[in-house]
C-alpha cells in the first residue's frame, strides 16, 4: 500500500500544493491504491526532501512527484504514455518541466506576495497548525514565507517586476492553451502524464480566490478551463 502525504485540500482543489494535486491525479489515473495523509507542521518533518509531496511505500520514504512518478513506472511496469512516439513525448516532458519549473512560480508569487499573504498566512496556519491560535504559528508561517521567497529569488523569477512575471506566466498559459487546442486531452484523446500536472498546476491558479491579472488571463483560457473540468469529472468525481 502506498501513503501519500500531500498537502491539505481546499477551494474545491485535491491539494493547494499543485505537485500534490500533480501525484495525487496520477495515482489515480495509474489505479494505484493510496492511504492519505495530510502534512502538518508536526510530520512535515518526515519529507526526505523537505518538501511536499512525499510518499511511504515498501517502508521507505521518497519525495518529489516526478521521481515518485518514473518510480512507479519502473517498478509497476505502467505506462501512461507508453501511446506516445519519441517526439511526443519530448513535447510532454519540454512541457511538464516548463510547468513545474517555471509556470510554477506564478502560483508562489500571486499566493506569497504581500496583497494576498494576509489571507494565505491564515490558509496555511489553519493548515499546519489546525485549531492553534494564529499567534503561535506565526513565526512559523512567516518563515515558510520567506523560503519561498529566497526561493523564488534563487530561480530568478523573484528578481522579476510583476509586469515581467505577469507577462511570463501569461505566455506560458498560452502556449498551453495553443497546443491543447481543441483535444480533449494534451496528446490527443487519451489522457497522459502531462494532463495530470497541467491540471494540478492550472487548477491552483483558477480556484483559489486570489484576484492577479494571471488568474484573469488563465480564467479566459477557455479550453484549459473546460480541461479541468474534463479531469475533474474523470479523476474526482466525487468533487463535482
Ligand atoms: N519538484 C517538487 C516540488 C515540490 C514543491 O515545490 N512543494 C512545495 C509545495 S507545492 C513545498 O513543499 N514547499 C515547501 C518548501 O519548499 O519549503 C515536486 O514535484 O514534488
Not at 123 to 136: H, R
Request: glycine share 6%.
Amino acid at each position: 500500500m502506498i501513503t501519500l502525504y500531500t498537502a491539505f485540500s481546499l477551494w474545491g482543489l485535491p491539494s493547494i500544493s499543485p505537485a500534490c494535486m500533480e501525484l495525487e491525479t496520477w495515482l489515480r489515473m495509474a489505479k494505484l491504491a493510496y492511504n492519505k495523509v495530510i502534512v502538518t507542521a508536526n510530520n512535515f518533518e518526515l519529507a526526505p526532501k523537505g518538501k511536499v509531496p512525499f510518499i511511504e511505500y515498501q517502508g521507505k520514504l521518497l519525495g518529489d512527484a516526478a521521481l515518485i512518478i518514473e518510480m512507479f513506472e519502473q517498478k509497476q511496469a505502467i505506462n501512461l504514455d507508453a501511446g506516445l512516439i519519441p517526439i511526443e513525448q519530448s513535447i510532454s516532458l519540454a512541457f511538464r518541466r516548463t510547468i513545474k519549473e517555471n509556470t510554477f512560480w506564478g502560483i508562489a508569487y500571486i499566493r506569497y506576495n504581500l496583497e494576498n499573504w494576509q489571507h494565505f498566512r491564515a490558509v496555511l496556519a489553519q493548515a499546519l497548525f489546525g485549531e492553534t491560535p494564529l499567534e503561535s504559528s506565526e513565526i512559523f508561517v512567516e518563515e515558510f514565507r520567506k523560503t519561498v521567497l529566497s526561493q523564488m529569488y534563487g530561480h530568478g523569477m523573484g528578481r522579476h517586476s510583476s509586469e515581467e512575471i505577469i507577462e511570463i506566466i501569461c505566455a506560458d498559459l498560452q502556449a498551453l492553451s495553443d497546443f491543447l487546442a481543441d483535444k480533449p486531452f494534451f496528446m490527443g484523446e487519451q489522457p497522459t502524464t502531462l494532463d495530470a500536472t497541467a491540471y494540478a498546476y492550472f487548477g491552483n491558479f483558477i480556484q483559489p480566490p486570489y484576484g492577479s491579472p494571471i488568474v484573469d488571463y488563465a480564467l479566459q483560457r477557455a479550453n484549459l478551463c473546460e480541461h479541468y473540468e474534463r479531469m475533474t469529472g474523470q479523476f474526482f468525481s466525487e468533487r463535482l
